[in-house]
């Protein structure tokens, strides 16, 4: 069983900063790409931001030079930081860990969603 952790998050004046963690947990063999996603209200579900396990990352246009994401120190653990924060950013923002491949399921390839976190942005 493998489970994301989610930290982080909350309420940011406009032109701040926050910083978002997410721990996937369990029997984990190996993790293709980790990365956020957010869901603003009457809005699709949409990708912030990803790193590969070789490194890579991506970023939605929306984001680019103001949100970073990165491997934190523990495995398998990546976080995002959040600068210049806008009211549009305000959304819950979701992890997701692809491509997990579990020691107690061989051959199987799954991906998994962390519970939400809320990320406000208001004065």
């Known amino acids: 069983q493998v489970q994301l952790v989610e930290s982080g998050g909350g309420l940011v004046q406009p032109g701040g900063s926050l910083r978002l963690s997410c721990a996937a947990a369990?029997?984990?063999?190996?993790?293709?790409?980790m990365g956020w996603y957010r869901q603003a209200p009457g809005k699709q579900r949409e990708v912030v931001a990803s790193?590969?396990?070789?490194?890579?990352?991506n970023y939605a246009d929306s984001v680019k030079g103001r949100f970073t994401i990165a491997r934190d120190n523990a495995p398998n653990t990546v976080a995002l930081q959040m600068n210049s924060l806008k009211p549009e950013d305000t959304a819950v923002y979701y992890c997701?860990?692809?491509?997990?491949?579990?020691?107690?399921?061989?051959?199987?390839?799954?991906?998994?969603w962390g519970q939400g976190t809320q990320v406000t942005v208001s004065s």
């Open positions: 790193i590969t396990s070789g490194g890579s990352t």
């Open positions: 369990g029997s984990i063999r190996s993790i293709s790409a």
């Open positions: 997701n860990a692809a491509g997990v491949q579990d020691w107690t399921l061989p051959g199987v390839v799954r991906n998994y």
